[in-house]
């Protein structure tokens, strides 16, 4: 985790509500300049840092309402830090908690080049990749709802459906099997469920697609050429990455992705493994997701992959091939390259 670093004239911690912020301005020296409570608008917060405008930083937690303040700061040429919420621990361990003192801890920290970063996500795209993100929700919604279909039919020992039930076309006569009408209807809520969830996947789908053409439809083919890889997947690696450039190093990127645990030490001794919540959740899933399905579309990396499983076992396979993988896509992004196949099986 970075801290950011740079010297300012003013320094602005932000407690950032929905409805209400509150502000902190301090000077080099640490002095206060403002300390207010405010509505939380982009009129309120400019009207109230108008006087320290000259050489002002302005930073916030990482909250579900940072948003509008990254954007009103870019707009007028202020320099916007977003703080990490699980790394700003300093602003949580007093006994006192309070909107007053949490502003004043982000402000003392911003102004010492202690507080930690998170990526601020560019607007272009912000709101592309959150669809993108409300699109696995549904999915998660409708593997639910089908997950309890098997559950009934496990219960009332009907006849197993052969095939996926994600497929609507292995969903025909479920309903059929049922004699009691009250478990007609319990099924036929999640079917319907089901039905309603696959337009709005769908749909949802042919949209992000076509948006991704838009905004980086290179790296958006190049991320398809891996083996495996299709629209899902590459949409979904395009988005949650971002800038390439943001990482000066492959072993940040792999961080970022939760594709490694670093150990702690201490007095010599390994007392456990970090990085379990930090990084991008999304990106970690998706590289799992495609190191399984390369596996089945490359024979020698499913080769290499039974090899290492009986080494080290299937979990730990998996989780050694996602991080070659996620290293490969770091290269082809700042390349410019296709994924090639022979290359990623020589590294």
């Not at 309120?44 to 940072?66: I, K, M, S, Y």
């Not at 010492?112 to 912000?126: D, H, I, K």
């Not at 024979?299 to 080290?312: D, E, I, S």
Request: net charge positive; hydrophobic share 40%.
């Amino acid at each position: 985790m970075r801290p950011y670093q740079a010297g300012h004239q003013a320094y602005c911690g932000v407690d950032l509500h929905a409805r209400s912020m509150f502000l902190c301005i301090l000077d080099p020296k640490g002095q206060t300049l403002l300390h207010k409570d405010i509505p939380a608008n982009p009129e309120a917060f400019l009207q109230a840092v108008a006087p320290h405008r000259d050489g002002l930083v302005v930073a916030c937690e990482c909250t579900f309402c940072w948003y509008w303040l990254a954007d009103t700061c870019r707009e007028h040429g202020i320099p916007f830090v977003l703080g990490h919420a699980l790394e700003m621990r300093a602003i949580h361990g007093t006994k006192t908690k309070s909107d007053r003192i949490d502003s004043e801890k982000i402000a003392h920290l911003l102004r010492a080049g202690l507080l930690p970063q998170a990526y601020a996500y560019p607007a272009e795209m912000r709101a592309t990749r959150d669809l993108l993100r409300r699109r696995s929700y549904l999915v998660r919604r409708r593997s639910e709802a089908l997950t309890h279909v098997q559950l009934i039919n496990w219960q009332y020992q009907h006849d197993t459906p052969t095939g996926k039930l994600r497929y609507a076309s292995n969903r025909a006569g479920l309903l059929d099997r049922v004699d009691d009408e009250c478990v007609r209807r319990t099924l036929q809520v999640d079917l319907e469920l089901a039905a309603h969830l696959d337009g709005q996947i769908a749909e949802l789908e042919a949209f992000l697609a076509a948006q991704a053409k838009g905004h980086d439809l290179p790296n958006y083919y190049r991320l398809r050429s891996i083996p495996g890889v299709g629209k899902v997947l590459a949409l979904t690696l395009l988005y949650e990455i971002g800038d390439i450039r943001r990482f000066d190093a492959p072993g940040r990127f792999l961080s970022y992705a939760r594709l490694v645990r670093p150990a702690k030490e201490s007095a010599g001794k390994v007392v456990g493994r970090s990085n379990a919540k930090l990084g991008n959740a999304h990106l970690k899933w998706a590289f799992r997701e495609a190191a399984a399905l390369m596996t089945r579309h490359e024979p020698g990396v499913k080769a290499w992959a039974a090899k290492k499983a009986k080494a080290t076992g299937k979990g730990k396979a998996q989780a050694i091939l996602a991080a070659r993988l996620g290293r490969a896509v770091y290269a082809m992004l700042r390349r410019g390259v296709p994924f090639d196949a022979e290359a990623f099986m020589r590294s």
